[in-house]
């Protein structure tokens, strides 16, 4: 999930990355404000600085200030409905671009009496102080680099050395800290939502988040139960899980996933799947003998961007993250392990280096954007420093390894990588929200949305964080994958709009199919037709752009 733990560099994603459509905005000249003072931004947004308290129960500690983006409704003010507040995960992710890149999208589907906005949650990206645990991105790329291997399963010394350098890292960050990382927790993060809300003059929270954002909407739900006016949340996790960093239960459905792949490949036959076997099992025979060939003799790999090795933990890191994107990776990842297996490492390495340009290049070009590297540190800042003490020796870490080895064969990521990470974390904050993530009674019943296998929020964490919150609701999306938004649905979206416009919750039992089918087979639906509807288009154009933005940013981070 994050380099920085040593354990995973989730290398994913071979969606084609994307750029904010505008040049940077200097958020640095920007004066921070009590208020929202919003400026003109990013073409048709608007910018402010907003200072919040550190400690909302000591506000003498100090302030905090968050970098707020928001796309302004497109009405009369009598048909104004407030902002809808937006998280894309990670945690650790730029909310901020991320809303200046899909704003419109979600607006469109929201509708439009809605104010957008996304905010950099405290102590990331554009909002300041930021926490870094290294003095240049020099020192950071270098860490990272040090962070191969990246499957705990590579070796038997995979283990003790991610654990010991989780606990280098969180030396690190203890004696680096400027004073932020303690107040970085998910809790704070909810206060923050509280008061943006209030500074527009609203009483209720309007929130949508996907991914680690459904910890943060259960999170605020249970902290401010009568302050809740909208939350959907797509990719529902188990935030008690969450808070007692063990995420076991996130793996219930992984293996699940890769199964549509053995499937579907079958299914799809030879000319849409290039790994085609004629059954299920025989695919799956072939990536084991294939998984086996490539740790036995790794494969070097040149293209025409770079050049590296395609060994057993590329290989099932690309395989990982694939899951998470089965509708985007499946065909490509088929076609990458066929070439493997011919002996060339190019495609499957091209396919996973596509999304993931490195940071800098050696020459020296910086990025350009201040603040903007530190998601790694802030994904471990926040898992850490919201979860109990784990503190693991490391006979406790491979006990519980093993037992989570039980639950799914790619444990070595998701569940292992972050408990490991936590290993050595020192700085925690007393008194801060660690759960029950539950409240008897919410101002209006929250929506959640889950997939019919989600890699790293299946099902069943799902109905854990409903069983928490009587009186809300739950639907499904029939399609394998982390989040909704891995493939277009039309009924979904229905849902959504209806929930925000009207406060419509769906049936019970509800399932929508999905308006397209893996490795790019006709649709069972029958979405083409519907597309010829006044909208459908516009609406499936705008879930393209969600899914291009948000996709490679879960799929990198992790949740
Ligand atoms: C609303 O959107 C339409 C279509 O993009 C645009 O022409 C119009 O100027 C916008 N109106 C306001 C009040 O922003
Ligand atoms: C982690 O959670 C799983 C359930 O998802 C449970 O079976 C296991 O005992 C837990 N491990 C620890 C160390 O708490
Ligand atoms: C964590 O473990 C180390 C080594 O076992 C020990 O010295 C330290 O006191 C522990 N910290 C906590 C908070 O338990
Ligand atoms: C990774 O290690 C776990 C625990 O030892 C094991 O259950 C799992 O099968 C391994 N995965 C692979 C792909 O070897
Ligand atoms: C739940 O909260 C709503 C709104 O705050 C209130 O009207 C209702 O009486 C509450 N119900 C119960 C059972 O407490
Ligand atoms: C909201 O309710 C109105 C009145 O029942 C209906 O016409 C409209 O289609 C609903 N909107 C959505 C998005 O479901
Ligand atoms: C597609 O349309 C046909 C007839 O127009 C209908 O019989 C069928 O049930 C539809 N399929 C789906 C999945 O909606």
């Known amino acids: 999930m994050l380099s920085l733990s040593g354990a995973v560099l989730i290398s994913a994603l071979l969606l084609s990355p994307v750029t904010a459509a505008q040049a940077p905005f200097r958020w640095d000249n920007l004066v921070p404000s009590q208020n929202l003072a919003w400026v003109e931004c990013y073409a048709t947004f608007q910018c402010t600085r907003l200072e919040v308290p550190l400690d909302y129960s000591d506000p003498s500690i100090g302030t905090a200030v968050l970098a ?32 200046v890149n899909l704003g419109s999208s979600i607006q469109l589907i ?97 929130y949508y ?21 909208r939350i959907l949340i797509d990719g529902v996790l188990d935030a008690d899980a969450w808070f007692n960093a063990n995420l076991t239960i996130e793996a219930t459905d992984t293996d699940k996933v890769l199964q549509t792949f053995f499937d579907g490949c079958a299914a799809a036959g030879p000319d849409l799947c ?101 998601n790694g540190e802030a994904v471990v800042a926040i898992q850490c420093g919201d979860a109990v003490e784990v503190n693991d020796t490391l ?67 799902a109905l854990k964080t409903l069983a928490g919150f009587p009186g809300s609701a739950i639907f499904t999306q029939d399609s394998p994958g982390h989040t909704s938004l891995t493939a277009p649905s039309l009924c979904t979206v229905g849902y959504f709009r209806a929930y925000f416009q009207n406060g419509t919750l769906p049936p019970p039992g509800t399932v929508c199919p999905v308006d397209v089918q893996l490795f790019g087979g006709p649709s069972s639906s029958n979405a083409t037709k519907r597309t010829e509807e006044e909208g459908d288009t516009a609406v499936l154009t705008a879930l393209k752009t969600i899914a291009d933005v948000v996709l490679p940013i879960i799929t990198r981070r992790g949740l």
């Open 209 to 229: 988040g996907i991914s680690y954002g459904s910890i943060l909407g259960a999170t605020f739900a249970a902290l401010f139960p009568d302050k809740v006016g």
């Open 395 to 461: 006979p406790e870490l491979r006990e519980f390894y093993a037992e989570a080895a039980r639950t799914s064969e790619f444990v070595e990521f998701l569940v292992g990588s972050n408990r490991v990470s936590c290993a050595g974390w020192q700085v925690y904050r007393e008194g801060r929200f660690t759960g029950p993530v539950a409240a008897k009674n919410t101002s209006f019943p929250l929506l959640l949305l889950t997939t019919s296998a989600d890699p790293v929020a299946p099902k069943a964490a």
């Open 68 to 99: 707020i983006v928001r796309l302004p409704a497109n009405v009369s003010s009598a048909e104004y409905r407030g902002p809808i507040l937006f998280n894309p995960g990670g945690p650790g992710g730029s909310a901020v671009d991320t809303v």
């Open 274 to 374: 290039a790994f085609y076997a004629s059954t299920p099992a025989a695919i799956a025979e072939r990536l084991a003998a294939l998984t086996a060939a490539v740790r036995a003799t790794p494969v070097p790999a040149v293209t025409p961007a770079g050049y590296g090795l395609v060994d057993y933990s590329f290989l099932r890191s690309a395989l990982f993250s694939a899951l998470y994107v089965p509708y985007q990776l499946f065909a490509p990842l088929a076609h990458g392990l066929a070439a493997l297996e011919a002996g060339d490492g190019a495609p499957l390495f091209g396919l996973i280096q596509a999304a993931q340009p490195p940071p800098f290049t050696c020459a020296g070009s910086a990025n350009p954007v201040p603040f903007h590297l530190n």
């Open 110 to 206: 929201a509708g439009s009496q809605y104010d957008i906005v996304g905010f950099d949650p405290r102590g990331v990206s554009y909002s300041t102080p930021v926490a870094s645990f290294f003095a240049t991105d020099a020192e950071r790329a270098l860490w990272n680099a040090g962070s191969v291997p990246t499957s705990l399963n590579a070796s038997s010394d995979a283990l003790p050395h991610a654990w010991a350098r989780a606990r280098l890292l969180g030396t690190l960050a203890a004696q680096r800290d400027s004073g932020i990382l303690r107040y970085m927790t998910t809790d704070n993060v909810a206060r923050d939502m509280l008061r943006i809300t209030q500074k527009f003059g609203e009483e209720k929270l309007q």
